[in-house]
């Protein structure tokens, strides 16, 4: 717990309340962000499908994996998000806490659920530095302590690879409306498109990867 006279050291002539509006607009500021990001994957996971269907339709189950994969990888880094945007919420909701509590105790007041928000937050690329400086300013302010350098590291791949692998045939299932996938509808192997074809949806596909690869950066 931070005195006035101490926040005011760090922070200047803002008040805790000044402070608290500040990091809460901040908060939602990272929130559309990461709408504005769901957006954007859900448009590239339809041009995704549509070249899928192509592709099945002309029985190039290579492509078809392919593109399938990066559905799931991309479904997964959604999902991300969508947890990373109801996590922000809930530290909007814990600093609006604060607001009601700080006109009773006078003080802000430390917080073990904002810290272990902060640090789940802070590891995801979107919004990583916005944490970092977000749980600097709650430190100073008392109301988490400071970070284990550990939870800086990035998130490891190897799971969502792994999860990829498994469902690849599911969400092929679902996007051919059976033709392709886990239901094995299709029982003659799949012919090979022509070479001058391949090219042609290897580069749709490798422009679409980049895309959706893209939003990680």
């Given at each position: ?11 200047g002539k803002?008040?805790?309340e ?13 929130e559309r ?21 192509q ?5 190039d189950?290579k492509t ?10 991309s ?5 991300r ?38 640090n ?16 600097m ?5 008392g ?10 590291e ?13 469902e690849?045939?599911k ?32 580069e ?14």
């Open positions: 717990m931070q005195t006035y006279e101490s926040i005011q050291r760090f922070f803002k008040t805790p000044e402070l608290v509006k500040k990091w809460r607009q901040e908060i939602r500021q990272q962000g990461l709408e504005k990001q769901i957006r954007f994957i859900e448009v590239e996971e339809s041009k995704v499908k549509k070249t899928l269907k592709c099945a339709a002309r029985n189950a078809c994996k392919l593109l399938a994969k990066e559905l799931v990888r479904r997964k880094h959604k999902e998000l969508y947890t990373s945007k109801a996590q922000l919420s809930s530290i909007n909701m814990q600093l609006n806490h604060q607001l009601a509590t700080l006109k009773i105790a006078g003080t802000l007041q430390k917080s073990s659920e904002v810290m272990k928000l902060v789940n937050l802070v590891r995801l690329p979107e919004v990583s530095r916005a944490m970092q400086q977000l749980s300013e709650l430190t100073k302010a109301i988490m302590d400071e970070m284990v350098q550990d939870t800086l990035s998130l490891d791949d190897e799971e969502v690879e792994e999860e990829a692998d498994a690849v045939d969400v092929l299932y679902e996007v051919t409306n059976g033709m392709l996938g886990e239901a094995g509808a299709v029982g003659a192997p799949l012919e090979q498109p022509e070479v001058e074809e391949e090219e042609e949806e290897t749709k596909m490798d422009v679409m990867k980049q895309r959706l690869e893209a939003l990680k950066g």
